[in-house]
């Protein structure tokens, strides 16, 4: 058995040349040595069902008459209807062949001919495809799936689905093909289910879907609000619910595109899309798998639609990480994306929220995170911009600047942070002399703040135990008067 | 005196505790909410209500874990604001906080609402509460819709007619909600809402809801009403069972989702208490098969977790068992998931006691015999693990033979994890195999144990050793045990030379004065020169322990001279430990040492290091 290239490697080879022909030996290979450990829903299911019948070969679609060849084509579109249980490798082996060659005869006929989407063909289309990708897709077999680090499970049934595929792209990028007939078979539960598929683990079958959506997005208007809800829906569920969606990064690229075509003036679901979704999708665990299909849309809704910039960086501020250096790093690097397009006038809008943020990353322990935030510096456009307000950003950078080039623990980052008080102190010498005087003075008063501050909470917590023991002692009160009043009683009566 | 009256305003203007709730730091803003009853009190009652909550009602934008925190305090403000006639004040900034996106706050804050809606008078309730309810009920984005499905079920009992009949009509349209998100909640809150509501309504309304929901295009909104569905089952009279629920139910069982045929298998205890007994045979039992041999792995491994069937009639339980479910059973043991093997391991040993001893010794230990031969350790360790239930049954004398290879296999198994449970299960074993069988075959596998190379499989090697000596005795471990450990001393690697000591430890108690005395103790002090400080360091601790077995002449003639030498070793953790002995025995006049920081703190971290050292 030959392993050569590192997971993650291999994989990015795939999607590459996926992309190009969209057949990979090397991935199909791949599937048939992994086939030992890996399930499908759909077939494991279909054990227990009798099985498959056998199928034979029909004649050549390229030797029928032309009158014969519309029959065939139907025959064969029922013939691939039949499904193969591939969790099985020694059955039917001669019946998955000829479904084999048949589809991929399939997907040449539609590719090559004209004239054959004839109307008839679009239910029975409709239903092969339906029958070979619909499917409860089957539980992980890994319950840890880590996607950045285990292999995904591949769909054992790939020789055949890919084809499917294939053969479905094909048929929507044919030059004849109708939507208005196609509307009635691709309807919104075909897309539904459709938008279920992208939670596979198999990253060839999404790249497929994905591609799928993409022609289905353009070609059927009428779809296209219902499409834009359910990845909502998905994403909703994503962030707030379960964490775990394999296809996150595909429906984000799709959603690039989308973006890109919006009209202006956005409409206020699109906005409510930005708000509600793209930017608490920020906080998920798995971020690192999506981060720059996300960046990219929310930088294009930025560039679409200038006057959204504060409300994106805020909201990006409010879900800035808290622990995680690596997310940190990635925020950092879509902020700088978003600094690249800012308008100078949204600058203003968020420079002093936004600089605070970046005071701190400067200064953190991290070095990565330290690093990246004082690479902005190197950024001649930002540095512009930092230029031209230097009276307000100088005071809310100096002081962890300051502190960090004498504490930092990491050389390169003293060294990035003298290079910077070099910079800040050329754009403004007079406010940075100041600065530099008045630092003592500044800690000192944030240290008699801080002691104010405790000062308050003992009192404070002072006041509550006094109040708890006088809420006790009012119960012994009443208590003594609750006596008092009955030993009264008593008395009065004799 | 009193709340009323507490704060005063010139110490504590309102000014300044806000600013505290407004710092920038979010550390300290949420140190702040935390302790947002100190502030209140503060305050005093009157201006928590006219100037606190209307502060943090407008400035609910916050960090979503701020937001959690308050969410959670205003659940028990009552008192803080006055009291029940009061505790409205609370629902507008919690109303806002059901809202947020963030599920953890959300459910919090609807949490606290469920919590105050009972501190409402009736009045209040329809007045304050129930408006609100509608409210979130018909908000326009899906966070406050999912939040109302459950307050529903909190004020429903306490409101008039009209008001009842307004709640219903909210409930039914959430459940066909446009989003999928409150069509979820709404599924999970269905067999709650069930419960407080009157029969006749659970029949005409919860039913179709039911129904509808349980055949959702979405799997997540079913697998949610199959838990309702148990709910439900429970509410109705037997005769209407057949009828409304288990058609319903009977499809779930098949859905073409997994994950709603897995709720099922996992609800199937609940399900059949549910339904009772008369169902359960006619209609769960079949399903029940069908679960059992099930496509998917995950379905048959919470299928398999129920086969012992608690809830089946007393009168035909074992017939049901031996007919329907066995077949299946045997089936499962040779199953290709070992997740599924696993789980039936922990459960079929159960089965046992329902079958009684003829069928337990027909059909049953064919197939522990073969589970316990199973190419995964965590199947053969979950049959050993329920030994005893087949031990009541049938002794285990009739497993022995063939529990025998599995044990030895078990106890050499690559992880010591493995090991370490096979481990504890051994005073358990030698108990019921009696001394004879003991140390023909185990007590070299006990032995082995104590020069394991993972320290957690020598420690509990240890403790083994000293449960055994407590189950046969102090003159069985003089004849087998103590000779092995004491040879030990003289091994070249220093780490079972503590093992020795170790084991001294443990057994000093129980072997007794005579056998403490006479054979460990000599061993113990020659070790006291040994050349590695560890070993070293270990005798002192190792003296402290024995000390209170020994009599008073041998600690002073044999121990005191020793820890006194010791005392004054090279090594500083040797010292140290020497000390502690010789002060945690109140034997001698304690020399006057003085105890600095640094040196006992260096002694702690050697003493881990020690431990954490392996070969």
Not at chain 1, 88 to 107: F, G, I, N, Q, Y
Not at chain 1, 210 to 226: E, P, S
Not at chain 1, 307 to 327: A, Y
Not at chain 2, 157 to 162: A, E, H, K, Y
Request: charge should be negative; glycine fraction near 4%.
């Amino acid at each position: 058995r030959v392993v050569s290239s590192p997971p993650a490697l291999e994989m990015s080879a795939i999607s590459a040349s996926e992309k190009v022909d969209g057949f990979t030996r090397k991935s199909v290979r791949k599937a048939q040595r992994q086939r030992g450990c890996q399930g499908s829903s759909q077939f494991a299911a279909s054990s227990s069902r009798p099985a498959a019948p056998e199928i034979s070969a029909l004649p050549q679609l390229k030797d029928a008459s032309s009158t014969e060849q519309h029959e065939l084509f139907m025959q064969k579109l029922q013939q691939c209807c039949v499904m193969f249980d591939f969790y099985d490798t020694v059955t039917d082996l001669k019946s998955k062949e000829t479904k084999r060659a048949t589809l991929s005869e399939l997907v040449d006929y539609v590719s090559t001919n004209r004239g054959v989407l004839v109307e008839p063909v679009y239910p029975e289309i409709t239903t092969m495809v339906s029958t070979n990708i619909f499917r409860t897709l089957p539980p992980s077999e890994n319950p840890d799936f880590d996607p950045e680090e285990d292999e995904p499970t591949l769909e054992a049934s790939w020789p055949h689905m890919q084809l499917v595929y294939e053969f479905f792209l094909r048929f929507l990028e044919n030059p004849d093909f109708q939507p208005s007939t196609a509307k009635r078979y691709i309807d919104q539960k075909f897309v539904l289910q459709l938008l279920e598929l992208f939670d596979t683990e198999d990253p060839r079958e999404r790249e497929f879907i994905k591609t799928v959506l993409h022609r289905i997005y353009g070609k059927f208007l009428g779809l296209r609000a219902f499409v834009r809800k359910q990845i909502n829906n998905i994403f909703l569920r994503y962030i707030y619910e379960t964490e775990h969606f394999n296809g996150v990064a595909e429906l984000l690229e799709i959603l690039g595109s989308i973006i890109n075509g919006f009209a202006l003036p956005l409409k206020a679901e699109h906005k409510q899309f930005l708000m509600k979704i793209l930017i608490p999708m920020h906080t998920a665990k798995g971020l690192a798998l999506f981060h720059a299909q996300l960046a990219y849309c929310v930088v294009q809704f930025i560039e679409k639609d200038p006057t959204l910039t504060e409300v994106v960086v805020r909201g990006l501020l409010k879900f800035w990480p808290k622990t995680c250096s690596q997310k940190e790093v990635m925020f950092l690097g879509e902020i700088e994306e978003i600094l690249d397009v800012i308008e100078p006038t949204q600058f203003k809008k968020i420079q002093e929220p936004l600089f605070k943020q970046i005071s701190k990353c400067v200064s953190s322990p991290h070095f990565q995170v330290a690093e990246r935030a004082l690479y902005y510096w190197n950024n001649e456009y930002i540095l512009s911009l930092i230029e031209e307000n230097n009276a307000k950003i100088l005071p809310i950078m100096f002081g962890n600047l300051y502190r960090i080039s004498k504490e930092h623990w990491n050389p390169t980052i003293v060294a990035l942070v003298y290079n910077v008080l070099k910079t800040l102190m050329e754009m403004n010498s007079k406010l940075f002399d100041e600065l530099t005087a008045s630092y003592k003075c500044d800690r000192q008063r944030e240290k008699k703040k801080e002691q104010e501050r405790e000062e308050l909470w003992r009192k404070l917590d002072e006041l509550r135990l006094q109040e708890t023991s006088a809420i006790q002692n009012n119960r012994h009160e009443i208590q003594f008067t609750a006596e008092t009043l009955s030993f009264t009683r008593v008395t009065s009566v004799p | 005196m009193g709340t009323g009256t507490g704060g005063d305003d010139s110490l504590y203007p309102i000014a300044v505790l806000i600013d505290e709730l407004r710092n920038e730091d979010v550390q300290l803003r949420l140190n702040s909410i935390k302790k947002l009853s100190t502030i209140a009190l503060a305050l005093g009652v009157e201006r928590t209500r006219t100037e606190l909550l209307p502060f943090l009602t407008d400035t609910i934008y916050d960090e979503d874990e701020v937001l959690l925190a308050l969410a959670e305090q205003l659940g028990s403000f009552t008192v803080l604001v006055g009291g029940p006639e009061f505790v409205h004040c609370l629902l507008p900034p919690l109303e806002s906080l059901a809202t947020v996106e963030e599920t953890v706050v959300r459910d919090k804050a609807v949490e606290s609402l469920r919590k105050i809606s009972q501190e409402h008078s009736p009045v209040d309730l329809e007045v304050h509460f129930v408006p609100l309810v509608k409210r979130l009920a018909s908000g326009d984005w899906f966070t406050s819709r999912t939040s109302a499905c459950g307050l529903f079920g909190v004020c429903y009992p306490r409101v008039s007619s009209t008001v009842k009949a307004e709640i219903r009509q909210h409930f039914r349209t959430l459940c066909s909600d446009d989003t999928p998100m409150v069509r979820r909640a709404a599924s999970s809150k269905l067999g709650e809402f069930a419960k407080v509501l009157e029969l006749d309504y659970v029949k005409s309304d919860i039913i179709p809801l039911f129904t509808a929901l349980a055949s959702d295009e979405q799997d997540s909104v079913r697998l949610l009403a199959v838990e309702a569905g148990v709910s439900i089952a429970a509410l109705l009279p037997q005769e209407d069972l057949e009828d409304l629920v288990m058609p319903t139910l009977r499809q779930a069982a098949e859905d073409k989702s997994w994950r709603v045929r897995y709720m099922v298998a996992d609800k199937f205890s609940e399900l059949q208490k549910a339904v009772g007994p008369e169902i359960t045979k006619n209609d769960l039992v079949p399903a029940f098969q069908n679960l059992l041999k099930d496509c998917e792995a995950e379905v048959r491994t919470a299928a398999a977790n129920k086969v012992k069937g608690e809830v089946l009639p007393e009168d035909s339980r074992e017939t049901i068992i031996m007919t329907h479910i066995l077949p299946c059973v045997k089936e499962l043991v040779s199953d290709t998931n070992q997740h599924v093997k696993s789980a039936l391991a922990s459960v079929i040993m159960g089965l046992s006691t329902i079958l009684g001893k003829d069928n337990t010794v027909e059909h049953l230990l064919p197939l522990f015999l073969v589970q316990l031969k199973d190419e995964y350790p965590e199947v053969r360790l979950n049959i050993i693990s329920n030994l005893d239930c087949v031990n009541e049954v049938i002794g285990i004398r009739q497993l022995s033979q063939s529990l025998l290879p599995a044990i030895v296999e078990l106890a050499e198994d690559a992880k010591w994890r493995v090991r370490l449970a096979i481990i504890e299960y051994m005073p358990l074993l030698a108990g019921q195999l009696g001394v004879e069988f003991f140390d023909e075959k185990l007590n070299s596998l006990c032995m082995a144990w104590l020069i394991d190379h993972v320290y957690a499989i020598r420690e509990a090697a240890t403790c083994n050793l000293m449960k055994l000596v407590e189950k046969f005795g102090a003159e069985w471990a003089q004849n087998t045990i103590v000779p092995k450990v004491l040879g030990m001393a003289n091994d070249s690697n220093y780490l079972h030379r503590m093992t020795t000591l170790f084991c001294i430890n443990a057994l000093s108690e129980v072997c007794g004065q005579e056998i403490t005395t006479k054979h460990m103790l000599p061993v113990v002090l020659k070790m006291s020169t040994d050349q590695v400080a560890n070993v070293r360091f270990n005798v002192a601790r190792c003296l402290q322990k024995i000390g209170p077995v020994l009599d008073s002449s041998a600690l002073q003639a044999e121990v005191k001279p020793v820890l006194e030498k010791l005392a004054t070793d090279q090594d500083m953790d040797v010292k140290y430990f020497a000390l502690e002995a010789i002060s945690g025995m109140y034997l001698f006049n304690l020399p006057t040492y003085i105890f600095s920081e640094t040196f006992s703190f260096s002694s702690i971290l050697f003493f881990f290091f020690s431990f954490s050292l392996s070969p």
